[in-house]
């Protein structure tokens, strides 16, 4: 999960992200030169790092587009989000639970060290830890031996050759492989262990880029990145080099981009989103993103502080409210109204992105504008229990929400004719602590970007019993048992069928009221071609080319 | 003189040590824990975030982590972001950027000021002296982000004479459009002070002894006028530095200059309290420092003014 920094808004409206950058270039190495004047170097725009550059402590987009530049993992990802070898020879496995991962031979790191087997398990061993206080350490929760409690390491982690080791699950994971695309399964060199510090300030990769020389990294200004002659996995640059421009707002990054100072950017500011694509033509960009928005209501009050508040919410009463909410949102004119066409009004609870996505699942009408049909199931779900008080959806204030937490409100006020209103909360930080110590006592905001190209990521997460991020307290066995079976099982479309049931299931209990996708939303200037944006929002950089 | 510019510092300490409490109550104050933030909406795991909480003393309770913050302080250690890196390092980098952007702006601000606001006050009622008014009053009304945006749109997007965004090396010539909008920010105040303060000395008895002793204009002007004038606009500028330092932010952001505002804004916006209370720390600092040196600027200006015993 990769958040952004700036855009307070982003921060708020995507919680996670993979940020790998994905390869389906092939081609020549023309690197190998050291960025000079006259080259073709790409600049993009960034933001400064929020933590030192190492791979499992790296979980928002500033950090995160920099590393996925400079490493390699075992596979990348395509634009479209399917996985391909990268430093990966073969990853076999029989049962989903035991992987047997070869590494490809020939692989080095900028220091000249080997990537081998070691490189992959020492730094796994390390991201898990936990007196190594990684931020992505639940990436290895399913690798056996780790413990969020206590310092173990991944017994299931075990080196049988040079370029050979096995991982076991602690149970069987189907989409294991896919997730090995994303940043904290890069490997590291022995280099990284002997001063950790000194190696996130200046890491030493084996990814497409390197750090142009030492102090590369200026912090809070720019990155300067320089092709890595030795990397030869399917990213070769198609250009000389990358220097990423750290924006605090989005708006000075336009308008370096509109003076030709910037080639590519990937996040038009909220201000601009009516007028970028007249202003780019077809250098703009605006395509469904993997970030799914949502509002929650809490689904088992006797997890909260109140749980009174969330009398209406429950059983048969509370499933009738909550599709009458859902089919009170006109989301098709919010999203052109609010937000400009930067939004797809949700059609389930993943994104288009993703493989195994479809907008024709059984029960999808609930997310459909039908006032009628709204005001019936409201006045049904009155004929249990008349409804008392107001409906409120709490969100942060300081993340650019309001106008369409009013919008909706508003709607469903108008559709329903209850009171209905936004309750702001000024930061962040403290919606986030009335959310996980479960205080709140309204519906609130709740957004999902995710970190590998996976329909299971979507769902796993949020809406299986007790699961990290299941804010809501949802639980139902038949979709943890569709969940478990989907994660279990080989055949892909077999899996996404299973997940495609479960979402038929949540169609109905809507423990989270889907709202949209966000859109990816940037442009590039007249000086570069061949700008593509992969799955999960960020430029395939090492594809650009300069046009002069 | 030295003896004054001592007791001028030492009585600076108690203000530092209240503005280093008052800002850190007030970021302790703070609701929300700011560790999950480094998180997203994912919810961190328990014990991760209580190690986390341990590592920033946000376990211990307030008294404790001000007073483990001001030894520190004391020891020349500011503290660690919640980014990994020194609260030294992050004010060595963004104060230089920030004091240039905001020397530059006080030097246009008090060209326009001074030549405005003489020439206005020199032929009060005119039509320069109308003018003058109308911009000023235009000039003080605009916000601030406003006058940035319209700068950066005409003068950069569209004209192409400046760079829209500051960035790396942020030297004299990139910072000259920021600065000029940061200055005419703040000049109106200073043009109608210089204004009012020019006329007022102008019918002083000892301008109209100058010009009886057969002094010419061009002496009177400058030495007798202008000099007598500007102490009440020293003192406004001086107070004009503490704001570009400050009010800065949405400048920095604007522009994209690598300074004091977009770093402080973030630290508040993530509750990073050493971050937050060392730069206002250091802000106060300069402003008092500042205000001293604007005090023996008196001195230089007026020889009645001594600083003795």
């Not at chain 1, 990348?76 to 029989?94: F, K, L, Q, R, W």
């Not at chain 1, 708006?251 to 989103?273: E, Q, R």
């Not at chain 1, 797809?344 to 059984?362: V, Y």
């Not at chain 1, 936004?422 to 006592?441: C, H, V, Y």
């Amino acid at each position: 999960m990769k958040f952004r920094r700036f855009g307070v808004g982003t921060i708020a409206l995507a919680s996670a992200s993979a940020l790998v950058l994905a390869g389906c270039a092939t081609g020549g190495d023309d690197g190998g030169e050291q960025s000079g004047g006259g080259e073709a170097i790409i600049t993009a725009n960034g933001s400064e790092p929020q933590n030192p550059l190492i791979p499992t402590n790296t979980n928002e987009t500033g950090g995160g587009k920099i590393l996925d530049a400079i490493f390699a993992g075992l596979v990348t990802y395509g634009a479209d989000g399917s996985p391909e070898n990268d430093m990966a020879e073969s990853i076999e496995t029989e049962d989903n639970k035991t992987f047997t991962i070869t590494v490809e031979e020939g692989h080095e790191f900028t220091n000249g060290e080997p990537v081998d087997a070691e490189s992959f398990v020492n730094a796994w061993q390390y991201g898990a830890l936990l007196s190594n206080e990684q931020l992505n350490s639940y990436f290895f929760e399913d690798i056996e031996g780790f413990s969020y409690d206590v310092d173990s390491p991944l017994t299931g982690l075990e080196v049988t050759d040079e370029y050979e080791f096995t991982v076991t699950l602690k149970e069987a994971r189907s989409d294991f492989p896919l997730r090995l695309g994303y940043s904290a399964f890069y490997p590291l060199p022995d280099a990284a262990f002997e001063d950790i510090d000194a190696f996130g300030e200046n890491p030493i990769g084996n990814g497409p880029y390197m750090l142009d020389g030492e102090g590369a990294w200026q912090h809070d200004v720019q990155i300067d990145l320089a092709v890595n002659p030795d990397y030869d996995g399917p990213r070769a640059p198609q250009n000389d080099g990358l220097r990423i421009v750290f924006y605090a707002t989005q708006d000075a990054a336009y308008a370096d981009l509109l003076a030709g100072n910037l080639d590519v950017l990937d996040s038009i500011p909220d201000a601009n989103f009516a007028t970028f694509e007249s202003d780019l033509g077809d250098r703009a960009v605006n395509q469904p993103a993997a970030i799914f928005q949502s509002f929650t209501i809490p689904s088992d009050p006797t997890q909260f502080a109140n749980p009174a508040a969330f009398q209406h919410w429950v059983g048969e009463e509370g499933q009738l409210r909550r599709q009458a909410l859902s089919m009170a949102i006109n989301r098709e004119e919010i999203t052109d109204v609010i937000f400009e066409g930067t939004r797809t009004p949700a059609s389930d609870f993943t994104s288009p992105t993703i493989d195994g996505w479809t907008d024709e699942l059984e029960g999808s009408e609930v997310l459909e504008y039908n006032p009628e049909e709204a005001q019936r199931l409201w006045a049904e779900a009155d004929a249990i229990a008349p409804f008392t008080g107001s409906f409120q959806i709490t969100y942060n204030a300081d993340g650019g929400h309001q106008g369409w937490v009013d919008a909706v409100t508003n709607s469903i006020a108008n559709t329903l004719g209850i009171q209905a209103s936004g309750n702001p909360i000024p930061t962040f930080a403290e919606s986030r602590e009335l959310i996980t110590t479960k205080t709140i006592e309204t519906a609130f905001r709740t957004g999902w970007q995710a970190d590998y190209p996976g329909l299971f990521n979507f769902l796993g997460p949020l809406y299986a019993t007790n699961a990290s991020s299941n804010d809501g307290a949802y639980s139902n066995p038949e979709v943890d048992r569709l969940l478990a079976e989907g994660a279990t099982t080989t055949d892909r479309d077999e899996a996404n069928r299973l997940y495609q049931q479960a979402q038929e299931i949540l169609l109905q209990d809507l423990p989270a009221i889907p709202l949209w996708y966000s859109n990816v939303t940037g442009g590039y200037s007249e000086a570069v071609d061949n700008v593509e944006f992969d799955w999960h929002s960020v430029p395939l950089y090492h594809a650009i080319t300069k046009t002069a | 003189m030295a003896y004054y510019i001592v007791r001028r510092l030492l009585q600076a300490i108690p203000v530092l040590i209240g503005t280093t409490f008052l800002i850190y109550f007030m970021v302790f104050a703070m609701p929300g824990n700011p560790l999950l933030t480094l998180f997203g909406d994912r919810t961190p795991p328990p014990a991760l975030l209580e190690r986390l909480e341990q590592q920033y003393l946000l376990d211990q309770p307030f008294i404790i982590q001000y007073l483990n913050y001001l030894g520190n302080v004391v020891t020349g250690n500011f503290g660690i972001s919640f980014s990994g890196q020194s609260v030294n390092d992050i004010l060595a980098r963004t104060f230089p950027v920030t004091l240039r952007l905001a020397f530059l702006a006080i030097t246009i601000e008090m060209v326009i000021a001074l030549s405005v606001g003489l020439i206005s006050g020199l032929r009060k009622g005119g039509i320069f002296d109308a003018s003058a008014l109308v911009v000023s009053l235009l000039l003080i009304s605009l916000p601030i982000f406003v006058l940035c945006f319209i700068a950066q749109f005409f003068f950069a997007v569209q004209l192409g004479w400046f760079s829209p965004t500051v960035g790396a090396d942020a030297s004299i010539p990139k910072l000259i459009l920021p600065a000029i909008v940061l200055a005419l920010f703040v000049v109106a105040t200073a043009i109608r002070l210089t204004r009012a303060s020019v006329i007022e000395t102008s019918t002083a008895d000892f301008v109209r002894t100058a010009y009886s002793k057969g002094l010419g204009r061009r002496r009177v002007v400058p030495v007798h006028i202008l000099r007598n004038s500007l102490i009440p606009v020293t003192t406004q500028l001086g107070a004009d530095f503490g704001l570009l330092i400050v009010g800065a932010t949405v400048t920095e952001g604007i522009f994209n200059v690598p300074g004091v505002g977009n770093t402080l804004y973030q630290a508040i916006i993530r509750g990073e309290r050493p971050t937050v209370v060392s730069f206002v720390t250091v802000m106060v600092l300069l402003y008092l420092i500042v205000n001293i040196l604007i005090d023996l600027i008196y001195a230089v200006l007026d020889p009645r003014i001594r600083y003795v015993k």
